[in-house]
DNA sequence: GCGTCATGTGTACAGGCGTACATTGCTTAT
DNA sequence: ATAAGCAATGTACGCCTGTACACATGACGC
């Protein structure tokens, strides 16, 4: 029988503390040093546990689209009209949701990351894949892509926007978005 | 009477060059020396012209942001009804308008780094106020305020995605966007 | 009780970074 | 022609990085 010494979750503990630098550093300033620090372990644990750090970094990337995941899923869980999904959409845009700010903009982290990184490619693609499945329990798949799209382009709006935003435009559109195109319901 | 020695156009050719490191490297991976090298000018002249690194960068990133901006503003030009407005978008999203794929990608390093630096507040403001004021040329403001964030979720998620991204289906989420809510007109 | 070995850690090293600065080379005024 | 001065450059320095690796440590089979 094989027994952990000590620490049986670090490897997840360095996962967890990985995102959180790059949250407050982003990638380019995320180091060896930083998340060590931040799990509170040995430099020599990170290299021990992983293969360098841009492994350690991909999945840490895969952990949160997990979490991210599950966390939009859950949202959507109460939902059962169409107004209901309206009222869900703009909350999660506002950032009544499950989700921190902060793990959005990590969530950002990656997409850029991916753009250079084919190797996270499958994060994001499983991530959107997931999300569009999401939205597909309620409206149809075509629809669901174009409303997927302007979830991503609302939020990322208002994480840069300074002035303030306002909740009745984010449901205007929405409501645009899932309405069919004779009119609405 | 000041004489310019040698190479007046400088300057912005370091400037260019600092767009193009970053959109093949990122910002993480931009360095004076790339840079430099991309410019074919010594090093010393990076230190010589700007001072340090992030302030290059922040007028590079100025610089692309006027760049786009009057991309933006000419690739709508010659709209005249709301179908040629749903047209020109598609067109924007699908690759077919004034900028490259890979300036997008540039600015949304220009968005990352702009959520930790705030001297970048001021450009993408800046960048996000012209953009919609262009589409404000077409439909009202709040209106304009939905389609800019579907225009950027769009072009994200096609930027990401390997598979193919259906143009119909850009064309029907436009099409919504800028719809009356009672109806198409 | 004790060897054996996987597990875990501190340290050191080579490389690349941003930046400062002494030096060069060209231009202009005399 | 020459002195003077400024635009421009090459080099060097200190810092921080990722990673390797020699050593410590404690559990398990016997």
Redesign the pocket.
């Known amino acids: 029988?094989?027994?952990?010494?000590?620490?049986p979750g670090?490897r997840e503990r360095i996962l967890d503390a990985a995102i959180e630098v790059i949250a407050e550093h982003g990638v380019a300033g995320?180091?060896?040093?930083?998340i060590a620090a931040a799990a509170d372990?040995?430099?020599?644990?990170?290299?021990?546990h992983f293969d360098?750090?841009?492994q350690l970094l991909a999945q840490a990337f895969t952990r949160l689209a997990d979490r991210l995941s599950r966390a939009y899923a859950a949202h959507f869980d109460g939902v059962r009209s169409r107004d209901d999904l309206v009222e869900a959409v703009t909350d999660m845009v506002h950032g009544n949701a499950g989700a921190q700010v902060g793990e959005w903009a990590v969530s950002y982290e990656l997409y850029l990351a991916a753009l250079r990184d084919p190797a996270l490619r499958t994060v994001t693609e499983e991530w959107m894949r997931t999300s569009r499945t999401v939205l597909e329990r309620f409206v149809d798949p075509d629809t669901a892509r174009g409303l997927d799209a302007l979830i991503e382009g609302l939020l990322m709006h208002r994480m840069l926007s300074t002035a303030p935003f306002p909740r009745e435009i984010t449901r205007a559109a929405v409501a645009r978005a899932v309405a069919t195109p004779e009119g609405p319901a």
């Open positions: 029988m094989r027994t952990r010494r000590y620490d670090r995320t180091t060896h040093r930083l372990v040995p430099l020599g644990s990170l290299t021990y360098g750090l841009d």
